[in-house]
């Protein structure tokens, strides 16, 4: 089976957490909105707006496979861990993991919301004094307790093993990654600051960047470089 994933074309967003997951499983599958021979963008407007889904998705991702449509990062990954053998086979450890994934959307929650603290649909630069004001409390507050938060969960590991979850790789350790490389893109300055204070954190994503299948995802062009269209954005004033 290929799986289908709809996603907005030119930025990495939301839909890379679970590329990541598709890419170190090896499995196959469509980028629709990147795909200009799938419908590309008129594509992925045309799954949101279907007049006859019974269910229909709020907002990309979205991953088709077959008759299933499933939205909502954590629910795909989720869905796709048991599948491609990033989440453990014991029921605990499984909503443990999930756990995890839903604690870092809400970083990546706030990381947006630094420069669009007002209106989603507005311009950053009509926002720019406010996004300096919460980028700040979310550089000096926010990001140290999440991470550090996720520091100790690999400290706490009961296996002794550098992943968050168990002794195996999982899905939450991809994402955490993402969130790593995200922050360091968007405040770099904020993380060279921090990165003392997570050095668990911080070989966990070294590790998985250097993995074989990350490795070649990352050196392709399949890897879109972070922008200032996307969740991360790099705006000097944000990251003083």
């Not at 629709?32 to 907002?59: I, N, Y």
């Not at 994402?175 to 668990?200: C, H, T, W």
Request: proline letters at 6%.
């Amino acid at each position: 089976m290929i799986y289908r994933l709809y996603y907005w074309p030119g930025i990495q967003g939301r839909g890379e957490f679970v590329r990541l997951a598709l890419e170190e499983a090896g499995a196959a599958y469509v980028d629709v909105g990147r795909d200009e021979a799938e419908g590309g963008l008129e594509a992925v407007q045309a799954l949101l707006d279907a007049p006859g889904a019974v269910h229909p998705p709020f907002a990309p991702p979205v991953l088709v496979n077959g008759k299933l449509v499933v939205a909502q990062v954590a629910a795909i990954l989720q869905y796709l861990g048991p599948r491609l053998g990033l989440v453990a086979c014991d029921a605990n450890a499984a909503l443990w993991t999930h756990q995890l994934q839903l604690t870092i959307a809400d970083v990546v929650a706030e990381a947006h919301d630094t420069h669009h603290p007002l209106d989603v649909g507005d311009w950053y630069c009509n926002q720019k004094e406010e996004a300096v004001r919460r980028a700040r409390v979310f550089r000096e507050k926010r990001m140290p307790r999440y991470l550090g938060w996720f520091e100790s969960v690999l400290e706490r590991n009961p296996t002794g093993a550098a992943h968050l979850v168990g002794a195996r790789l999982s899905y939450a350790d991809l994402s955490l990654f993402q969130l790593v490389e995200g922050l360091r893109y968007a405040f770099p300055n904020a993380m060279d600051a921090l990165g003392r204070d997570i050095p668990k954190v911080l070989e966990l994503a070294g590790r998985i960047g250097e993995r074989r299948n990350m490795a070649a995802y990352l050196a392709s062009p399949r890897r879109q470089p972070f922008n200032e269209d996307g969740i991360f954005r790099h705006y000097p004033e944000l990251d003083a």
